[in-house]
């Protein structure tokens, strides 16, 4: 599934290629991705300008405003979800249902398992849309910091994993992230969110915003590939300290990783490390 690195890394390979770019054709093929895909939006979008490629949490928030009146192409890549921009006259292949073609490349969405999102928004404004409205905190935002995840765990019982995986309190932590976040700051998954003391959500907080700039780094240097081959920005290979290496030795303490569930997720963690 792709990851906040992930989208952060599509939205920087597309910027130099889009931006300023009116939209000539807007092409589906499928009437429904998660939503409705309705044949007048197709013909909405058309001679539209793409302003800027701004990111709210996992979703792409194309900005086309115009004098007549425009909004914002709200994209999600779902589960399975990937863009690449191709040569004009590029055959779609199955599974390619989307395509925004410019004057001299087009946006193509390729989505298997049709999680993915792609919905109008007609306003100046996007942060009073019902998908973007509930999201909670940027995580690579200034305004994320240890002050804040402590002013925000207190009175919280429930673990500190799940809440750093809730979309409505911060978005963009997947799984990995929490996990590789969590061993990093040595604060074990379990632990009841406000129980952390202060240092402790300073560290936790630096490990999240290193975590994630280490993996958007990582796929940056290969913006270049996503933008001009036909794999996708794909995922990065995070070389992860415990998540899914039960068993393994600790790369610190060399006890071995244990897993267990919690929220229906797995959670890997270092029971001598993370406290
Ligand atoms: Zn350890």
Known sequence: MPELPEVEVSRLGLLPHLVGQPIRQAVFRTPKLRHELPLALAGRLAGLRIDAIVRRGKYLLFDCQSRTGGGWLILHLGMSGSLRLVAPGTPAQKHDHVDLAFAETVLRFRDPRRFGTLVWHESERID??????????????????????????????????????????????????????????????????????????????AAIRATLEHSIAAGGSSVRDYVHSDGGAGSFQLTCAVYDRAGEPCPTCHHPIRVFRQGGRSSFYCAHCQK
Request: hydrophobic share 40%; charged share 20%; net charge positive.
């Open 128 to 205: 009073d849309h019902p998908l973007i409205a509930r999201l909670g905190i940027e995580p690579l935002s200034p305004s994320f910091d240890g002050h804040w995840l402590y002013v925000a765990t207190r009175h919280r019982t429930a673990p500190i994993k799940p809440m750093l995986m809730d979309s409505h309190v911060i978005v963009g932590i997947g799984n990995i992230y929490a996990a590789e976040s969590l061993f990093m700051a040595g604060i074990s998954p379990r632990r009841a969110a406000g129980k952390l003391t202060r240092p402790q959500c300073e560290r936790l907080c």
